[in-house]
């Protein structure tokens, strides 16, 4: 398990070296980014070569408190996906580091894809539902920041925003549906719930819990009707989506469908609901992807399709059913990843990504169109690549599905090998397109093969493909049986990948798919104009964020109006009236004294110093006056605090009273010109209102201070400090460490404050 | 405003206040004081020699303060999270004695490095803040 925690622990350690010690654009970030990359690769590759071990569980304690640990779980299930992660990982680091021009940030950037390796591999890894859900946000994050990289882009921002807003909100769904699953079931521990879901089952809680899950799985794995953000997300660099939306984040659903299957799936709707998703999606954004003109929209859409395919798959949680998804899986992340990559270096060579606008490829890039060829075929599903095979063994599973979802399936692959085709042969015939592609060039040198590097990767990625159609069982059965195992508790299945089934309706159905695939392609996509349809889900997203944004630009209009008076006003009467619907409620208990000394003479002068220096700031003549004096009620109220025997709150409320002194005297100038007392009316309800907060506060304060009804807390502090914490100075220790949480979200919300006034003061707009 | 009493003055103390802050936090496991006493006071002396200096506190290094807080929470952050590493809750500090030559026994604590962390926040907040305001 060493082994695991260092591969998880490694990117995180990579990004956090590689921010204090690199310059912005260093080249050497990429390969620096690489290493760790690599290093990652090893420690999984050496866990999965060692077998899984038993238990396969290592357990950190996190909060215990909150049933949150950081515990890893390395079944066979993790460690497919791990390598996934990790392999296509290093590739897209690699190809990353040649690929960025040398004016980019790239020490930002492999910051970034560092830390969406190592969340990636905390989804994978986590043995707690909670741990995951944070990995799981993480990967939403950093996918957000490298979908916004360019973030000059109008369009990079707005992609960047949606498949945030989209995934992010799923998450929150799935936290929900993970948490009545562990209030229901006692535990967050997954190998804990696996022998717990009997009590789910019989929980009123089980079918919230399904759909919840099921919506945080398909808003990130972007199923319809959630697959709109991938797409847009297209703007990100290509080795962005090649790794993020493509091997990678959007199988984060698929990995969940699949952890959870085994608690899940004998619940009504899981297995019905995700399969009717997948095939319904896999049909549509097929046919969607054959509009495209945008190589990289045709791209994103046949990946949200064959994302669909394997979810239908893994829902049924049947072993067959898992296999034939896993090694999809498996396949979709070697060809997906390479075809991403190569269109990233088409359109680094011809600057355009257009089909239409694109010259004849075939002459003029030919060892990039080999590849993208091979790497569509894969897809397809045309024999000897690896996406035969598991194209064969989900027709065969889709056949049990029943009638109408068969040859939905059949329809799918139809479509499918359709745009395959046209990605195949199409892009690289030029055609219809002799004049456009000359005005696109003419002027600019002609594209050409790229540089080794740029090749390397991908020619990799697709050799991979290859091996999996030509040597399945050796390559790839134990890894696939490891996780059919982890996916399907119980099942025997004894797994036997080849490329050569014998006659059966799976082939003919594969035939069929082909064939009709290459009419479809030859009779209408070549003659076709590609009008890249505008999704009804996106009208509905822009129009409720447009809806949402003129909505709380009008609540927070009708509030924020920039007069402090006002702020006070609203401030103070939404005080008054809660608590005073509190006393209306609830039984007001009698004011009892508490037992008291009396007041020594020093401490009233205090107190009355303090006072008039309150209706000095009020009458002063002049803002000098004011500010002075209401610093000298601060300071008289430090004084108080320190005769009082609190010697840490009278240090604080000094040093708070000397900053913020300056810091209004700092503003002078920019404040509004100063109304003398006189002049200012005096409001009525104003001071009423000002009378009733004050009173009020007063009459709580004696009201709580005579009904303490537990023991103070002090007690503990006083007897611990030194025993537990080895410091005397309790407030300290309760800062620092009795609640040292508080503090570090109090620092947090600090250091947020002062961020936002920074960025808005030094970049609003200059007001002339 | 330039005084240049003020700025003699500032010469001299600005240092004062700094070891004062310094011993303040240090001072702060057993007696009152601690990392966000000694963040503000140092942030008022920084505040004190902006007041006190000819330049406006918009000049100068223009991110230090900012990365300050980052810093600061990352310090904070890291202090928090390495115990989960070694087998221990989040958070968990630890505390121990060691012998150093000339000043005698002298506690470690792992809360003071948190402590650091919460100096470093309060001062980059501040000070940010101020320079945000004041440097047109």
Request: with cysteine; hydrophobic share 55%.
């Amino acid at each position: 398990m060493g082994a695991v925690l260092i591969a998880l622990l490694l990117p995180f350690a990579g990004a956090i070296l590689l921010n204090l010690f690199s310059a912005p654009r260093s080249a050497r970030a990429g390969w620096v980014a690489s290493l760790f990359a690599g290093a990652s690769f090893l420690a999984v590759a050496s866990a999965a070569l060692g077998g899984i071990e038993q238990p396969p569980t290592l357990y950190l304690p996190w909060a215990p408190a909150l049933d949150l640990s950081l515990s890893l779980l390395a079944d066979g299930l993790s460690l497919l996906f791990a390598l996934v992660i990790s392999a296509v990982g290093v590739v897209v680091f690699t190809f990353a580091a040649a690929y960025l021009e040398p004016h980019e940030q790239r020490r930002r950037f492999f910051c970034y894809l560092l830390l969406f390796m190592g969340a990636m591999l905390g989804v994978v890894f986590s043995s707690n539902l909670l741990a995951l859900f944070v990995f799981w946000e993480l990967t939403s994050i950093s996918s957000f920041l490298l979908i916004g990289f360019w973030h000059h882009k109008e369009r990079s921002r707005y992609g960047a925003l949606k498949a945030l807003v989209i995934t992010a909100t799923g998450g929150l769904a799935m936290l929900l549906g993970f948490i009545m699953i562990g209030l229901v079931c006692g535990t967050f521990e997954i190998p804990e719930l696996l022998g717990r879901g009997d009590l789910l089952a019989a929980s009123p809680w089980a079918l919230p819990a399904v759909l919840l899950v099921i919506a945080g799985a398909i808003t990130k794995s972007a199923q319809f009707p959630f697959h709109l953000w991938l797409p847009t997300a297209m703007e990100a660099p290509t080795p962005v989506s090649a790794y993020l939306h493509a091997a990678t984040m959007v199988k984060a659903g698929l990995y969940l469908v699949a952890r959870l299957g085994p608690i899940m799936s004998p619940l009504p709707l899981w297995t019905p609901l995700l399969t009717v998703i997948g095939i319904a999606t896999m049909v549509w954004c097929s046919y969607l992807a054959l509009r495209q003109s945008d190589l990289k929209g045709l791209l994103a859409f046949s990946t949200v399709s064959q994302l669909g395919l394997i979810m239908s798959m893994l829902a049924a949680a049947r072993p067959e059913a898992a296999a034939a998804g896993l090694f999809h899986l498996l396949n979709h992340a070697a060809f997906k990843g390479a075809l991403f990559l190569l269109v990233g270096v088409i359109e680094h060579e011809a600057h355009t990504r257009d089909v239409c606008e694109l010259g004849p490829l075939r002459k003029q890039m030919p060892k990039t169109h080999l590849l993208l060829a091979l790497g569509a075929l894969s897809m397809a599903g045309m024999p000897p690549l690896g996406g035969f095979i598991s194209k064969e063994m989900f027709l065969e599973q889709a056949l049990h599905l029943g009638p109408l979802l068969a040859m939905l399936s059949v329809a799918g692959a139809v479509l499918t090998a359709a745009y395959c085709f046209a990605l195949a042969f199409g892009v690289g015939r030029g055609r219809k397109t002799e004049g456009a592609s000359a005005t696109a060039t003419s002027g600019a040198e002609a594209p050409h093969d790229p540089h080794f590097s740029l090749l390397w990767g991908p020619g990799l990625l697709i050799t991979v493909a290859l091996l999996f159609g030509l040597f399945p069982q050796s390559l790839a059965g134990a890894l696939v049986a490891g996780a059919v195992e982890a996916a399907v508790p119980g099942s025997s299945l004894h797994l036997h990948l080849s490329l050569w089934h014998g006659f059966s309706p799976t082939l003919a159905a594969s035939a069929v798919a082909l064939g009709s695939g290459y009419i479809l392609y030859s009779r209408w996509w070549q003659t076709r104009t590609p009008d890249n349809p505008l999704l009804v889900t996106d009208r509905i997203y822009d129009f409720k964020l447009e809806k949402l944004e003129s909505w709380s630009k009008a609540v927070t209009v009708s509030y924020m109006s920039g007069l402090v008076w006002r702020y006070n006003t609203i401030i103070l009467c939404v005080g008054v009236a809660a608590i005073s619907a509190v006393f209306l409620c609830f039984p007001v208990p009698q004011l009892q004294a508490w037992p008291a000394r009396s007041p020594l003479v020093f401490e009233v002068a205090v107190a009355l110093t303090a006072i008039a220096a309150v209706i000095g700031t009020c009458i002063a003549k002049t803002r000098l006056a004011a500010i002075l004096s209401l610093g000298a009620s601060g300071y008289t109220l430090a004084l108080m605090f320190a005769l009082l025997g609190a010697p840490d709150l009278a240090l604080t409320q000094i040093m708070v009273e000397t900053i913020s002194v300056a810091l209004f005297l700092a503003v002078f100038v920019f404040l509004p010109s100063w109304r003398p007392p006189e002049t200012r009316p005096l409001r009525p309800g104003h001071l009423a209102l000002s009378i009733t907060a004050g009173c009020g506060a007063c009459y709580l304060v004696a009201l709580a201070r005579g009904h303490r009804t537990a023991t103070s807390i002090a007690e503990f502090f006083i007897e611990n400090s030194a025993k537990l914490a080895g410091w005397h100075n309790i407030v300290n220790v309760i800062l620092v460490d009795f609640r040292g949480l508080d503090t570090l979200g109090e620092i947090s919300v600090l250091g947020i404050a002062a961020l936002a006034c920074y960025a808005a003061i030094k970049m609003a707009p200059q007001r002339s | 405003m330039y005084s240049l009493i003020l700025a003699v003055a500032v010469r001299y103390t600005y240092p004062l206040l700094l070891l004062f802050a310094a011993f303040l936090f240090l001072k702060g496991h057993n007696s009152p004081g601690g990392g966000f006493i000694a963040g503000l006071l140092t942030a008022a002396a920084i505040v004190l020699s902006y007041i006190a200096s000819k330049r406006s506190p918009g000049d100068g290094p223009d991110r230090f303060f900012v990365n300050l807080i980052g810093f600061g929470l990352c310090v904070a952050l890291t202090t928090a999270a390495v115990p989960v590493f070694l087998g221990y809750p989040f958070f968990t500090h630890t505390f121990g004695f060691v012998d150093v030559p000339l000043l005698g026994k002298v506690e470690l604590a792992s809360a003071s490095l948190f402590d650091l962390g919460v100096y470093m926040v309060v001062v980059g907040n501040v000070v940010t803040v101020i320079r945000a305001m004041t440097g047109q």
